[in-house]
């Protein structure tokens, strides 16, 4: 069984930087692809980045230039840098990561800009 444990959430000003980190167990980010999705207020999950095994990455364009995904394979753990927020990057972070067994996602963690 896979389980995810996020941490990093938080509030912070328009413009500041936050770090979310996804620990994974019962999947091993060496061989299967990672990421992060989130939803805000009233909106349907978007996805917002992605990493493959191998660390090949993609981002939503609404995120891309201020957001950063990386992996640490030997921490098992999958990380989103989050520079330059915004007020519309408000909402809740899911990590996402596939297994042999299909897709699982985290609890989720809140993020939460002021202006």
């Known amino acids: 069984q896979v389980q995810l444990v996020e941490s990093g959430g938080g509030l912070v000003q328009a413009g500041g930087s936050l770090r979310l980190s996804c620990a994974a167990s019962?999947?091993?980010?060496?061989?299967?692809?990672a990421g992060w999705d989130r939803r805000a207020p009233g909106k349907q999950r978007e996805l917002v980045a992605t990493?493959?095994?191998?660390?090949?990455?993609n981002y939503a364009d609404s995120v891309k230039g201020r957001f950063t995904i990386s992996k640490d394979n030997a921490k098992n753990t999958v990380y989103l840098q989050m520079n330059s927020l915004k007020p519309e990057d408000n909402a809740v972070y899911y990590c996402?990561?596939?297994?042999?067994?299909?897709?699982?996602w985290g609890q989720g963690t809140q993020v939460t800009v002021s202006s």
């Open positions: 996402r990561v596939a297994s042999a067994r299909g897709v699982y």
């Open positions: 019962g999947s091993r980010l060496s061989s299967y692809a």
């Open positions: 990493i493959s095994s191998g660390g090949s990455t």
